[in-house]
T-cell receptor, first 114, second 113 residues
Framework: QKEVEQDPGPLSVPEGAIVSLNCTYS??????FMWYRQYSRKGPELLMY????GNKEDGRFTAQVDKSSKYISLFIRDSQPSDSATYLC??????????????FGQGTILTVHP | DAGVIQSPRHEVTEMGQEVTLRCKPI?????LFWYRQTMMRGLELLIY????????DSGMPEDRFSAKMPNASFSTLKIQPSEPRDSAVYFC???????????FGDGTRLSIL
């Protein structure tokens, strides 16, 4: 079993839809949680960065972390064709052997069609 | 501000050749990471440095892979000899601290024939 599980999709939605992307993880030592967006032939670009449980909002994007269930989510409101990309969740520990080491999910391919 | 810069962007070479990938981290970042991305395995951490010192190389697949960071603004990942199964996209990333967000370059797309 992978440490971070993510449904690879693909996910196709109409423009304006609310998109929900999810990951689960198994290591309770993970304290930092990130979402990256990756366009084709580009590097991952940081979208959201959160510490421990809770919600964080940035424009149309909301990240949620529930450490009790080891579940992380990214919501995209009013989705746009420009949001079409691969979305990667990532987790990281605060110390010990997992310090500094990002563990990524497989990525979810999202297409927003006009 | 300049982001993480990688070169070359594409590399095509024959099996058995030496391959050197280069990375310039964001100025002031103390941590540098090398990742490999494939369809089958996703993004995997190969090695990371703190203040130019290798901290964890447990992700380096074989002795054919080596990485160096001679100074704070330059790192190399070398494969010698290269094999077709090394074909992948190799990313470099840097961060201010180990727990801070990592910023990625646009990668080197490596094809070994």
């Amino acid at each position: 079993q992978k440490e971070v599980e993510q449904d690879p999709g693909p996910l196709s939605v109409p423009e304006g839809a609310i998109v929900s992307l999810n990951c689960t993880y198994s290591n309770s030592a993970f304290q930092y949680f990130m979402w990256y967006r990756q366009y084709s032939r580009k590097g991952p670009e940081l979208l959201m960065y959160t510490y421990s449980s809770g919600n964080k909002e940035d424009g149309r994007f909301t990240a949620q972390v529930d450490k009790s269930s080891k579940y992380i989510s990214l919501f995209i409101r009013d989705s746009q064709p420009s949001d079409s990309a691969t979305y990667l969740c990532a987790t990281q520990g605060a110390g010990g052997t997992s310090y500094g080491k990002l563990t990524f999910g497989q990525g979810t391919i999202l297409t927003v069609h006009p | 501000d300049a982001g993480v810069i990688q070169s070359p962007r594409h590399e095509v070479t024959e099996m058995g050749q030496e391959v050197t990938l280069r990375c310039k981290p964001i100025s002031g970042h103390d941590y540098l990471f090398w990742y490999r991305q494939t369809m089958m395995r996703g993004l995997e951490l190969l090695i990371y440095f703190n203040n130019n010192v290798p901290i964890d190389d447990s992700g380096m697949p074989e002795d054919r892979f080596s990485a160096k960071m001679p100074n704070a603004s330059f790192s190399t990942l070398k494969i010698q000899p290269s094999e077709p199964r090394d074909s992948a996209v190799y990313f470099c990333a840097s961060s201010l601290e180990g727990y801070q967000p990592q910023h990625f370059g646009d990668g080197t797309r490596l094809s070994i024939l």
